[in-house]
């Protein structure tokens, strides 16, 4: 009996044994028909989609110092430094800046500036050694914005691995000329348009 209880002890476990291996195995099978979330940086590098809130560039010449971006700024965080001109009886802006240690990127200065001085890159690397580096003024924010695809030569740019049309698992495997990642704002509204005319027509089929 003792035998027998110690054969059956062993097929229970083995039978455990390969349920638990037969486990690990579907997730792993299940992983290998996914698509790479992984990124080999910084030998390649993502292509932000259309709408990525990056680091914000800002147009000296534009600002009026309304300071709208500091009043719709959760953190009040831009700094705006003005003196008003009496002559010309306008403010007129000596100094700007945004400390990018301290910002959310939640984009709501960009999207109230009533001048558009302010728009949003797809710059994303601003990691310093100095959080003090991370305080832009008007002249660090005026600098061009920079480009994962007009860079450094040795610098493979892919794009989203989480918005690649379908059938698609590898972001080499798309051609230079494909269309970045995201729907345009036109083409968003012409979207909701389009709804909106279809639910009105089958609202009026439903009543005729």
């Known amino acids: 009996m003792k035998f027998l209880k110690q054969v059956g002890d062993y097929t229970k476990e083995a039978v455990q044994a390969a ?12 992983h290998m028909q996914r698509r790479p979330v992984t990124v080999q ?18 147009e000296f010449d534009k600002c009026i110092s ?4 500091v009043r719709v700024c959760p953190i009040n965080l831009p700094v705006v430094d003005w003196e008003f001109n009496k002559e010309t009886k306008k403010k007129k802006l000596n100094h700007y800046s945004i400390d990018f240690g301290v910002c959310i990127f939640c ?16 710059e994303y690397e601003l990691s310093t050694y100095d959080r003090h580096e991370l305080n832009y003024d008007n002249v660090a924010l005026g600098r061009l914005p920079y480009s994962v695809t007009h860079s450094d030569p040795m610098v493979t740019p892919i794009r989203e691995l989480g918005y690649l049309p ?7 495997d ?27 027509k089958t609202g009026a089929e439903a009543k005729s």
């Not at 940086?41 to 800002?58: M, V």
């Not at 984009?107 to 500036?113: A, H, L, Q, T």
């Not at 379908?166 to 080499?172: E, T």
């Not at 704002?185 to 279809?198: C, F, R, V, W």
């Open 174 to 200: 798309l051609p230079k000329d494909t269309r970045r990642a995201g729907q345009l704002p036109e083409e968003i509204l012409e979207e909701m348009e389009s709804q909106k005319s279809a639910e009105a």
């Open 41 to 58: 940086y910084p030998y390649e590098k993502l292509i932000p989609s259309e709408r990525f809130r990056g680091r914000i560039h800002f």
């Open 107 to 122: 984009g709501n200065c960009v999207e109230y500036c009533p001048t558009n001085c302010l728009s949003m890159t797809e």
């Open 19 to 30: 349920k638990y291996i037969g486990q690990g195995l579907s997730v792993t099978f299940d």
């Open 66 to 69: 309304c300071e709208v971006c």
């Open 166 to 172: 379908k059938g698609v698992l590898n972001g080499h």
